[in-house]
Structures are given as structure tokens and as C-alpha cells.
Antibody, heavy 118, light 110 residues
């Protein structure tokens, strides 16, 4: 059974760094890209970008370029979303999802709530 | 990379059909047959409902169907049921493996 399990809720201060995780199981990790999706409180979904676990090739939405980065650890089938300096406007739910042929996200993580507040 | 345009809300009584539109440009919806739809119940992760305009993933009811014409795609739900009440988001391929979502449509089953 394919599963994506994300790390837990985070409460951080502006300027702090953060890395959230997305641990996958039930399929070969390097065969499917992993995507990240932001959902700000009460708002819609935003496509942040995708990373190829096989070679770490990345495609990032220009709106998020320079704000976040992606990485993977193939040894533990896990993808990560990184911030080097959080802002209050980063407060949101973040989802990881598996991307398959045609670009659709067929399996999703449960989401990680990130709250940034002084 | 502007969000695709969806109506903010639609509603219908149980048993009826509703259609949600998703309008883009020739650079996204109009340019590719890669449109997906996601259903999101409150407090839950999105769930893939349709892909490649009109294909249903395993486990999704045949009551869900999709189409595309020109710059717009549509999701139709027939025989509305209480559990269909959710927010629905379309998504389209744009270029270079990038995608864009629609703003979302809240479906109320009256």
C-alpha cells in the first residue's frame, strides 16, 4: 500500500529555519517525482514544485523560487521541504504528494501545519 | 503563473447533477489534455478525482466525469450525494513539468 507520512506540526519564529519531511512507503521511491503543495489558512492549493528522488532534479514554481528548497534521502525513502528563514506569511498547511505519469498527484500525505509567529 | 478560474461555489440537491468549470489560457488548460481534479473535504488532504481531463482513478465513482473545450475544463458530478460536499480544485499542466491549480469551488449539497 502506497503511503506518504509527513512530519508533525511545527511552530516557529520568523527568521528560523525549518525542514519538514515526507516519508514514503509501498513503492519504489526513485520511480516517481514528489511534489509539494501549500494551502494557506482558508485558501486554495498552490503548486510549489516537484523533485525527482532519483537525481534530485527539481522544478519550482517561480513564486516560491528562492523561498524554499527540496531534497531527498534515498536511503530512507524520504523527501524534505526546507526553509532557511521563515516568514509569518509561510504559515500554512503543506502537503507532499506522489506524482505519476501525466503529472497527476495520486497519493498525498496527511499534511504538515507550519505556524510562524513571533 | 496565475491560478485557473473556478466559480467560488456551486450547490445542488441530492440526486441532481452539477458542473464545475475551470478556465485557463492557451498556455495551460487550452494547450494540454493534462487536467486533473481534486476533492478536498474539510480538514483532510486532497484526493485525486479525475486526471487527463476525463479519466477516473480506481475507486472513484462513475458519477464523476470530466470534459474540456477550448480554454475550459469541467467536472460533472451526477446523482449528488451528501458525501460529495467538499471543495474541488482543478489543476493543469503548464510547461516544463510545472502545474497550476484553480482557486477551488465549494460544493454544497442542499
Amino acid at each position: 500500500e502506497v503511503q506518504l507520512v509527513q512530519s508533525g506540526t511545527e511552530v516557529k519564529k520568523p527568521g528560523e529555519s525549518l525542514k519538514i519531511s515526507c516519508k514514503t512507503s509501498g513503492y519504489s521511491f526513485t520511480t516517481c517525482w514528489i511534489g509539494w503543495v501549500r494551502q494557506m489558512p482558508g485558501k486554495g492549493l498552490e503548486w510549489m514544485g516537484i523533485i525527482n528522488p532519483g537525481d534530485s532534479d527539481t522544478r519550482i514554481n517561480p513564486s516560491f523560487q528562492g523561498q524554499v528548497s527540496f531534497s531527498v534521502d534515498k536511503s530512507i525513502n524520504t523527501a524534505y521541504l526546507h526553509w532557511s528563514s521563515l516568514k509569518a506569511s509561510d504559515t500554512a498547511m503543506y502537503y507532499c504528494a506522489r506524482q505519476v505519469d501525466g503529472g497527476r498527484f495520486d497519493y498525498w500525505g496527511q499534511g504538515t501545519l507550519v505556524t510562524v509567529s513571533s | 503563473q496565475s491560478a485557473l478560474t473556478q466559480p467560488a461555489s456551486v450547490s445542488g440537491p441530492p440526486g441532481q447533477s452539477i458542473t464545475i468549470s475551470c478556465t485557463g489560457t492557451s498556455s495551460d488548460v487550452g494547450g494540454y489534455n493534462y487536467v486533473s481534479w481534486y476533492q478536498q473535504h474539510p480538514g483532510k488532504a486532497p484526493r485525486l478525482t479525475l486526471y487527463d481531463v476525463n479519466r477516473r482513478p480506481s475507486g472513484v465513482s462513475i458519477r464523476f466525469s470530466g470534459s474540456k473545450s477550448g480554454l475550459s475544463a469541467s467536472l460533472t458530478i451526477s446523482g449528488l450525494q451528501a458525501d460529495d460536499e467538499a471543495e474541488y480544485f482543478c489543476a493543469s499542466f503548464i510547461s516544463s513539468a510545472r502545474w497550476v491549480f484553480g482557486g477551488g469551488t465549494k460544493l454544497t449539497v442542499l
